[in-house]
């Protein structure tokens, strides 16, 4: 047993005995039976030896990456971006179905049309009378039922649906290319978190040491075997490293809050095990090729322009398209009958495009050029990347050898501070070759922590160009 669990169950033990001693006076006084006094040890004994709840573990950098994407308003408005264009895929599908339409028309004409024929003898009286017939009334309705369906459209309707489609699956890669951006943010301030950490330690080890210097001298300087302006120069140094300490902390506090404003999260609760990791740069630049949402999304955005061209050319195609009708008005389609009728027609729209002035063919090299520039673009931005990565993998050798070098500079600069040290105490060197060597000691301690998580960063930043969070996500 471990010898908090013994102090623990100790104290409990003490703590049941006192409260039974309590209540066993209570009961006899009262002249209550001891069933009670049994009733009451166990009830109270579980719960006296029952441990506390174990404190809650720290959160791992994974499920802050998972509340970072909960939280990102940016990718709630990818998000809604691809609902939306999901919709309007759907609604252009219908564009290629019948459409029933209702109309409703009142129409008042201040005159109606007369039809007078040549007068005739009236086979009664004999005598010539003019005839007029009246076409038509002064208030006219018309109640119309319609139904329009498309035969030919040159194939404009089914590639705007395909255009909608391929729309959607580009907001999709947006909707990647926020991921693999705010993950990267994430994981980046947590580890320059990690990184002014270690800087605070460094800096606090420093003044610690000399706050220890600091109280040998002054026994020697009171023993007069020191001389004053030694302890001087260590208590400068001390305030030096107290300006240091508050400029570090300052920036933990803007990292911590950097840190929460993405995931809600503050990077102390985080568990600091999580290493970062990166392929070799023939890998990384095969996955940038072949997955990288924003090549993936210019790949869309050109087979999108082809499609385009395809719906521009089927513009000027004859256009064909079927209607039927269904009409019940007052007058009806006999202007001389002069009650509601219904009556039907129906029948095929053709329209053909005769000249145009060479229209069709501007807007199709308009989109050419557009297809060149997306295509440029797209070669620009894989040559910037591939520099970059260049930069970033050279970086990273560079910092793995600086890395063992430090390592063995840091080791040389332990054995010279000692030995300084020893020549200070002998009077061979000035006291200030002694703090100079304590202070660079520590910061080549402090500059092979400091590579450690400027390795892991690099990394981070090559897995953010590459597109590789999107993955990681998945």
Known sequence: ??????????RQYYFVYSICRLFKNFCINRNSTPGLLVLFLALLLPLSFSRPLPAQSHLTLDQAI??????????????LEVNYLSSRTRLTEKNKLFQVNFDGNYLYRSQTIALELPALP????????????????????????????????????????????????????????????VISQVVSSFYRYQLLEAHLNSASNIKKRLELHHQRLQHLVEEELSRRVNLLETLSKIEEMENSLLEIKQLIQEERLTFHRLCGHYPEEIEPGYTERALNLNQALAYLEEN???????????????????????????????????????????????EWSLYFQGGITLKVPLFDWRKKKEELTMLDYKIRQLQTEKQKFLADTKKALASLYARLESL??????????????????????QLWQEKLIPHLEYLTALSEEEKLTWSL??????????????????????????
Request: proline share 3%; hydrophobic share 35%; charged share 25%.
């Open 400 to 421: 793995q050898a600086k890395m063992k070098h430090l390592q063995k500079m840091a080791d040389y600069a332990r054995e010279k501070t000692r030995l300084k040290q």
């Open 292 to 338: 990288h949402p924003f090549l993936r999304q210019l790949d869309k955005q050109i087979q999108a322009i082809e499609l385009q061209k395809k719906m521009t050319s089927g513009r000027y195609l004859p256009q064909l398209a079927a209607r039927a009708e269904v009409h019940y008005g007052k007058p009806g389609i006999n202007f001389f009958k002069k």
């Open 449 to 474: 922590e400091e590579i450690k998580f400027e390795l892991q960063l690099t990394r981070v930043a090559i897995n953010s160009y590459i597109g590789h969070y999107m993955e990681v996500n998945q």
């Open 66 to 79: 998972k509340d970072a994407l909960r939280r990102s308003e940016t990718l709630q408005q990818a998000a």
């Open 1 to 10: 047993m471990k010898k908090k669990d013994h102090y623990y169950f100790r």
């Open 122 to 181: 009236s086979p009664l009286t004999g005598q010539l009378t003019p005839l007029q017939i009246e076409g038509g009334l002064k208030h006219n309705y018309d109640l119309n039922l319609s139904l329009t369906q498309p035969l030919f459209t040159g194939g404009q309707l089914t590639r705007a649906v395909e255009l909608s489609r391929l729309q959607k699956l580009m907001a999709l890669d947006q909707k990647n290319l926020v991921i693999n951006r």
